[in-house]
Structure formats: structure tokens, C-alpha cells
């Protein structure tokens, strides 16, 4: 990735891609120590596993995978001592469409995940944990493999880490290639070995009926990562670095038509969307105009240039009013894109230019959507498969009339009406493309 | 990726080597809580090695984890990535998702099709379009999780970044 390569733009602050990029830095644990890692397990291990947990909770740290929720809170899901077992599982089945953050940290900086996720094991109680990578990443599976036997050698893995008395074993599990294993159930269901199908919630949250029916707390690669961080930084600094309620930093990943795509490791709220574009990235290409952004990875509602939002914002005197702000000035924040009736979801924000016709992104769309249903629930296995139908009759000239309005009657149906938010991710590309660009998707009259 | 000389008149559970055993063996004992969970890495192993996994090789996984052959076929037939008919020696898995598809990937997809002898027209819908001379198979997979340098390929295991239709010769040269 060419961008990671330059030095950091003035707006980007490198905490979990610091390593990773820096030069000369190897994925190996010699390196990893030399630069003052495991220092945080050491100090973690001291401490009161309460106290690390509310360190957590302290530093706002929110989900990196896309439901953006808050990290401390759903791990004081877990009861200790409730005589369980507990599970961590790691999330690395990186596939939203328009995200790619995890793999550079597999690739350049594995301790670091590992790390994290020693630390939240032994505040949780866990002795057990799997980072469940996608198959697509081959080469990413053999470095945190490879990792994992490294820490185990050190002993920071494995029976007594560093004398504690703490045991954590730690395996890589291997996806095959299906997006719905992204969804927190169906990866559990498919590290149990079965079709993953997702669970429905209630009553299967993973922190309370998860990984062999025990607690089990599911977490993002980046997620765990930043664990790691709050420990070197301190909660409080790294809450400060974000906006209220939503600390740290995170990996903003931007592609499409700008002119330098890339994952950009960010404060929270750090940037607006104009400043993402137009700055980090380097505005659009040359003679091209801004048409359309998606920002949250592909199932987050589409937004259009020029529109305008009406947000909370807190005033001088810490007062929160409401403000109408255009597109580019929307702060790059969990609240302020829901605000905007979108979501910033896994920040894979995918740029269109106006020579992009958007029936034909739509189309694209749904047939990622149509091949990545797992068919498990009927108005998602076959409404998928009728928009995706539909959209390519309309590109082929051979729609009818009423298409745009049965596709947004499929697409309303979908959402809602499934077991999980596979229904909604597959339901808001088809609702807002065909809210913010009717006139791409008019059929006339033959 | 090991190399798979298995044909379809062979069965393949009555060429499993040591080696192969071995990381069976191994990789079992990953999941202490429960042997099923050894399913996916298990079929994995056998793909890996044999290049597809055929009605012995669902039996054999299945008896090994005390299982039904049901529950690995399950698997095999839900996951794109398994194959229950031998691919391409290399595989060209272009991604077709919307990043890559801006960047120009089905142009690519062709580029690569053509270059390597394939006739997309004989296609069939969930097969894996091969050239004749069994050397590649070239297919579309979702998305890649590499859109900020889009398109990209992934060749065996390989990841190709900002792949341009004349990469495509070289690419395919790489892997002769």
C-alpha cells in the first residue's frame, strides 16, 4: 500500500499502524520487545482485572468492526468468577467492502493483536482464545501463527505466562471465504465447525450464550490493538485523542476515485469528511467532481454531494444545539454520520466521481450482496437474489416501470425481518441509492 | 500450495501421506473442547493438499472427528472457497467487488482469461473456469479487503496490488 509508506499526513496520528510502518520494522518478536512490547501485558498482569476493565471502559474505547460499540461495557458483560469457561475470539474476517485496515497489522505487527488480546483474556478469565482469520489472507495466518509460537517461547502465551500463574493458549482458525462469518454468531458457529448460520439475539449474545454455549467476547483486530495502546498511552490520553464517548483513534480506510487511496489512521471526530478527501487523500482526480460517498463500508447508506445534515453539536459553552452542516464539514464520527442517517460503520469510505453511473454501483452491490447471503432466513435468501435480478435487467435496458419501486418494496422487506443485520446491510444500499439518485434509476415506458 | 496430482478415478483417502497426518494430528488438537470445531482447518489440510476434496475425503474428515459425512459436506458445498473438482495448478481469483470493479477488475478478469486460453462463454454458474491445459483457473471471488489499491488478484497465495491489464502476461509468466 503506497500511502502507508509516505510519512504520515499532519492529520493522521499512527498509534496501532505505528510499528507497522515504520521502516526497518519486522514482524518478529525480537523487534516487537525491542520496541517496548509486551510492557503492557507485564503491566496489565499487575493489576486488578476490575481495574483493567475499567481502564477500558475510561478510555471510550468503541468496536472497530462496525457496530462501533463500547468495548469496556460489553466486556463487563462477563461475569468472572460465574464458574464458566469464557472464550475471546478474534474477529479477523476483514470483508466489507471498502474496508482494509486488518490485514497490514496481521501482516507487519501480529504481537501487537496478541498482546491485546492477552490482556483482555486475563481481565476476563479466559484461557482459551482463537483469531479467526479469513482464508483470503493466507500469508496473514502463517505470521500470527507463527507469532503465537514466539509469545508461547517467551512466555507470554502458554502455561504460567511470566510466572503469574495466568495460563492462555492461543490458535489461529481459518475462514473460507464467505462474508457472513464476519457476523459475530456466525463466526462462532463456524469456529464450532457448522454451517454458520447466524444466531439469533436474544438470547445468543456472544457474552452470554457464545463459543460453546459459554461467555464469549468477540472483538476486532484493530479493537484488540488498541487495548494494547490504552495501556501504553493511559486512558485518559486516549480517550482525549477522540470525541466524548468515542476515544482513541481509528484506521479511516478511503478507495475509489481519489487521488491517493488508503487507510489513514486518525482521532476520532480528527477530521471532516472534507478534510478525508480532500486533504489526507488528495482531493478527486483531475476534472473530476465529487458525486457520491459511501462511508461506512458498502452497507452504509449512500450519501450525495451537496446535501446538507442536521446535527448535534457542542457550542463553546458546552451546550449541544443543532446545525445543519454540508457533507464535507460532517465530522468523521460515530454520532455525526448517525446523525446523518448513515453510519461510519468499519470507515471504509468508498469515493465516486461523477463519472459513475450509480445503477451500475447499486448492481454491483447486490450481487456481492446476492453471493454473500448465507440463506438461512427466507426474505434475505430470496429478496437478495430479486434486487440483484432486477438491477441487472434495468442496466441491460430491459427493466420495466415499476422496477425502482418492487425493488425498494423487496429491499423494505428484507430489513427487519431477519436474524441478523445481513438484512439490513443487503436492504440500505438499494433504500438510499435509490432515495438520493432517483433520476439513475427511472425506467421508462417502452 | 502443494502440488495435486489426484485424479478423479483415485480415491484420495487411500493417498493421505505422513505429512499430511501430521498436521491432521495437530491441528485436532486445537479445539480441546470440541473435535468438530476441527472441521474448516481439517478440510483446509485436504484442500491444500490434494487441490480439491473428493467423496473420500468427506468420509475419511467425518470418521476422524467421530462425525457424520453430512457435516463436512455441509461445509464443502456452504464455502466458496472449497472445491469438489480439481482446479486450474494456479488459481486467479480476481476481486470483483466495488472498489476493484471502479479500477477496471472485470476488464482484468477478461485480460486474464484471455491470456490464459479461457473461453468465458462455456462458463457454468459455479464452476471454475479452467484453461485447457489445466495451467490456471481464473475466477471472480467478493471482495478482497485491498480496495485502497485496487484491483487486485489473489494468485495462489500471492496478493497483486494495482494490477494493469499489462501485468497480466507477466503475472501469468510467474506462475508457469
Not at chain 1, 482485572?49 to 475510561?58: C, F, G, Y
Not at chain 1, 500463574?165 to 471465504?177: C, I, K, P, R, S
Amino acid at each position: 500500500m503506497k500511502s502507508l509508506l509516505l510519512p504520515p499526513h499532519p492529520k493522521e496520528r499512527r498509534i496501532v499502524f505505528q510499528n507497522a510502518w515504520t521502516q526497518g520494522y519486522t514482524p518478529d518478536i525480537d523487534c516487537y520487545v525491542k520496541n517496548g512490547g509486551y510492557a503492557e501485558l507485564k503491566k496489565a498482569l499487575s493489576m486488578k482485572p476490575e481495574e483493567i476493565i475499567d481502564e477500558v471502559k475510561k478510555s471510550n474505547l468503541r468496536g472497530r468492526g462496525g457496530a462501533a460499540f463500547p468495548c469496556g461495557v460489553k466486556w463487563g458483560f462477563i461475569r468472572r468468577d460465574d464458574g464458566k469457561p469464557h472464550y475471546i475470539a478474534c474477529n479477523g474476517d476483514e470483508s466489507e467492502p471498502g474496508t482494509f485496515k486488518d490485514r497490514y497489522i496481521l501482516h507487519n505487527d501480529p504481537h501487537q493483536l496478541i498482546e491485546g488480546m492477552a490482556i483482555a483474556a486475563f481481565a476476563l478469565n479466559v484461557h482459551l482464545a482463537y483469531i479467526y482469520i479469513r482464508c483470503e489472507f493466507p500469508k496473514a495466518a502463517g505470521i500470527v501463527a507463527k507469532a503465537i509460537e514466539e509469545a508461547k517461547a517467551k512466555g507470554f502465551l502458554g502455561k504460567n505466562i511470566l510466572g503469574t500463574g495466568f495460563d492462555l493458549e492461543m490458535y489461529v482458525h481459518q475462514g473460507a471465504g464467505a462474508y457472513i462469518c464476519g457476523e459475530e454468531t456466525s463466526l462462532l458457529e463456524s469456529l464450532e465447525g457448522k454451517r454458520p448460520y447466524p444466531r439469533i439475539k436474544p438470547p445468543y449474545f456472544p457474552a452470554v450464550l457464545g463459543l460453546y454455549m459459554s461467555p464469549t467476547i468477540v472483538n476486532n483486530v484493530e479493537t484488540f490493538c488498541h487495548v494494547k495502546q490504552i495501556f501504553r498511552i493511559g486512558a485518559d490520553e486516549y480517550a482525549k485523542m477522540g470525541t466524548p464517548g468515542d476515544g482513541g483513534t481509528r484506521v479511516m480506510c478511503v478507495s475509489g476515485d481519489v487521488m491517493r487511496p488508503g487507510p489513514y489512521e486518525i482521532p476520532v471526530g480528527g477530521v471532516t469528511m472534507g478534510e478525508l478527501i480532500n486533504d489526507v487523500c488528495g482531493g478527486m482526480k483531475p476534472g473530476r467532481k465529487l458525486k457520491a460517498i459511501i462511508p461506512g463500508g458498502s452497507s452504509s447508506k449512500i450519501m450525495r454531494a451537496g446535501e446538507t445534515y442536521r446535527i448535534k453539536v457542542k457550542g463553546p459553552d458546552g451546550e449541544m444545539t443543532e446545525k445543519e452542516v454540508p457533507l464535507l464539514d460532517l465530522p468523521m464520527d460515530a454520532a455525526s454520520l448517525a446523525s446523518a442517517g448513515t453510519m461510519i460503520g468499519s470507515a471504509g469510505v468508498i469515493v465516486m466521481d461523477d463519472s459513475r453511473n450509480m445503477l451500475w454501483a447499486l448492481n454491483n452491490l447486490n450481487t456481492f450482496y446476492a453471493h454473500e447471503s448465507c440463506g438461512q432466513c427466507t426474505p434475505c435468501r430470496e429478496g437478495v437474489l430479486w434486487i440483484d435480478k432486477m438491477t441487472n435487467r434495468m442496466i441491460k435496458g430491459e427493466g420495466i416501470p415499476q422496477d425502482p419501486a418492487t425493488l425498494k418494496n423487496v429491499a423494505d422487506n428484507i430489513a427487519g425481518r431477519t436474524v441478523c443485520a445481513f438484512g439490513e446491510a443487503a436492504s440500505w444500499p438499494v433504500q438510499s441509492f435509490l432515495e438520493k439518485f432517483p433520476e439513475e434509476f427511472s425506467v421508462s415506458g417502452k | 500450495m502443494d502440488k495435486h496430482p489426484a485424479s478423479s478415478t483415485t480415491r484420495q483417502a487411500d493417498q493421505i501421506p505422513a505429512e499430511l497426518l501430521c498436521k491432521i494430528d495437530e491441528a485436532v488438537t486445537h479445539y480441546p473442547v470440541s473435535k468438530r470445531s476441527a472441521s474448516l482447518p481439517l478440510i483446509h489440510l485436504w484442500q491444500n493438499h490434494f487441490g480439491f476434496i473428493d467423496e473420500s475425503g468427506v468420509d475419511w474428515i467425518a470418521a476422524r472427528l467421530d462425525l457424520q459425512p453430512i457435516n463436512i459436506l455441509e461445509l464443502v458445498t456452504f464455502y466458496p472457497w472449497f472445491r469438489q473438482h480439481a482446479p486450474g495448478k494456479t488459481i486467479i481469483r480476481v476481486c470483483r467487488t466495488l472498489s476493484c470493479a471502479m479500477a477496471g477488475s472485470y476488464e482484468l478478469r477478461e485480460k486474464f482469461c484471455k491470456a490464459a486460453g479461457i473461453d468465458l462463454s462455456t462458463e457454468v454458474p459455479h464452476g471454475t473456469p479452467t484453461s485447457p491445459d489445466g495451467k490456471y483457473s481464473v475466477e471472480f471471488v467478493e471482495c478482497l479487503a485491498s480496495c485502497g489499491s485496487a484491483p487486485v488478484c489473489l494468485v495462489n497465495d500471492d496478493l497483486h496490488e494495482d494490477v494493469t491489464e499489462s501485468d497480466v502476461p507477466k503475472i501469468l509468466g510467474q506462475y508457469a
